[in-house]
Every structure is written in structure tokens, then in C-alpha cells.
């Protein structure tokens, strides 16, 4: 089955304690980006990637960082979380210029 | 900056009324368009996209959307909504020249009475 698999689910955390979201698509899309979703302000890009070792910040990349080694994993790395990272993310894939994202599941993430 | 606006935050319907959602974007390029659901609880899928051709584009599930250029408007419509079309909706732009940026909207909740 064509999927975006992220993990963990749900995370609960500390503040300062680095941790990792894995996300793994076995489309072989080019595209993969990060998403962050906050009640009121929709889906804002945290990082994007248009291929191996490709990566641009989008809109809010202030304390993550990404790597694209391989062209399926795409993790998303909080080195030093903070609770203004609380929040619901998401990470896609989509490919070339034609497509529309495929999401994951999402990861519910909670940094006290 | 490129942005993109859905007016309705929060739109409430009896089953079978007639729905139109809102999205307008300000870019002054070629864009492609998208709209997107949320069901409560999952991640979002796509329900249709613009590139090119015919303004109005059929979507899965019964929705259509019509994209307006001289309006900058993108939006979704389905003649008669059921109460599983409850859910969030959004807009989504991705600029075709530039930064080539691929922009969400804020999301409309749609709530259909049974």
C-alpha cells in the first residue's frame, strides 16, 4: 500500500531533551516537507526536500533540522525542544511539480 | 507574500444543504491549486486539483471546484452534503515560478447536522 509512515504517534516529552520524528514513503516521490498544524493559523511548512541530500527551510524552521540521506526517510530533528513546539505534525511526500502530498498519520507532539 | 485566505472559519449545515467554501490566494503567477481534507482524527487527503484546462474540476466524494482567475478564487462547492462531509477543509496554492512555494490555508470546519 502507497503511505507516508511517521513515528511515533504521540510523543510527550521534555523541554531541551533532543528527539527525532522518523517519516518513511514508499512512492519514490521526489518532494517530501514537514508540516506543523496549530488551531487557527492551518498548516504551516516547517522544512522541505526536492531530493536526496536537497533541503530549504519553508516557513517556521527555527529549531529543527532535516536530513534527506536516502530518498525514502525524511526525519524531522528537534535538537533542543521547546513547549512553542507543542503541536501536531505532519510529514508528506508528493511527486515532482504534478502531484498532490500524501500525508502521514501524523505525530502529536507535546514538550513540557 | 504569497498567502492564501478561507474566510469561513466554522460553517454549520443540515444534511443535504448545498456547500461553498471559500479560498482566495494572492499571487500574481501561474499557480496550481488544491483542496484538501481532514477528516476528525486522520491526516489529510486530496480531493481535487487545478493545473490547467477546464476552470471546473470534479473532485472524489461529489466535490467540485472552480478556479476564478481574474478572482484569484479557488472554491470548493457539493450540491448536497452528507454527515460524513464533516471535517476540516483546506485550501492549498503551489506557486509555479519563484520560490515555488506550496501554501496551506488556515482550514475551514465544516460541521453537517444529521
Known amino acids: 500500500e502507497a503511505q507516508v509512515t511517521q513515528n511515533p504517534r504521540y510523543l510527550i516529552t521534555v523541554t531541551g531533551k533532543k528527539l527525532t520524528v522518523t517519516c518513511s514513503q514508499n512512492m519514490n516521490h521526489e518532494y517530501m516537507s514537514w508540516y506543523r498544524q496549530d488551531p487557527g493559523l492551518g498548516l504551516r511548512q516547517i522544512y522541505y526536500?526536492?531530493?536526496?541530500?536537497?533541503?530549504d527551510k519553508g516557513d517556521v524552521p527555527e529549531g529543527y533540522k532535516v536530513s534527506r540521506k536516502e530518498k525514502r526517510n525524511f526525519p524531522l530533528i528537534l535538537e533542543s525542544p521547546s513547549p512553542n513546539q507543542t503541536s501536531l505534525y505532519f510529514c508528506?511526500?508528493?511527486?515532482?511539480?504534478?502531484?498532490?502530498?500524501?500525508f502521514g498519520s501524523g505525530t502529536r507532539l507535546t514538550v513540557v | 507574500a504569497q498567502s492564501v485566505s478561507q474566510h469561513n472559519h466554522h460553517v454549520i449545515l443540515s444534511e443535504a444543504a448545498s456547500l461553498e467554501l471559500g479560498c482566495n490566494y494572492s499571487?500574481?503567477?501561474?499557480?496550481?491549486l488544491f483542496w484538501y481534507v481532514q477528516y476528525p482524527g486522520q491526516h489529510l487527503q486530496l480531493l481535487l486539483k487545478?493545473?490547467?484546462?477546464?476552470?471546473l474540476v470534479k473532485g472524489i466524494k461529489g466535490f467540485e471546484a472552480e478556479f476564478i482567475k481574474s478572482k484569484f478564487s479557488f472554491n470548493l462547492r457539493k450540491p448536497s452534503v452528507q454527515w460524513s462531509d464533516t471535517a476540516e477543509y483546506f485550501c492549498?496554492?503551489?506557486?509555479?515560478?519563484?520560490?515555488?512555494?506550496?501554501?496551506f490555508g488556515t482550514g475551514t470546519r465544516l460541521k453537517v447536522l444529521a
Open positions: 526536500s526536492m531530493n536526496v541530500e536537497v533541503t
Open positions: 487545478y493545473f490547467s484546462g477546464d476552470p
Open positions: 492549498a496554492v503551489r506557486t509555479t515560478s519563484g520560490t515555488y512555494k506550496y501554501i
Open positions: 499571487y500574481g503567477g501561474t499557480v496550481n
Open positions: 508528506a511526500s508528493r511527486l515532482g511539480d504534478s502531484g498532490g502530498y500524501t
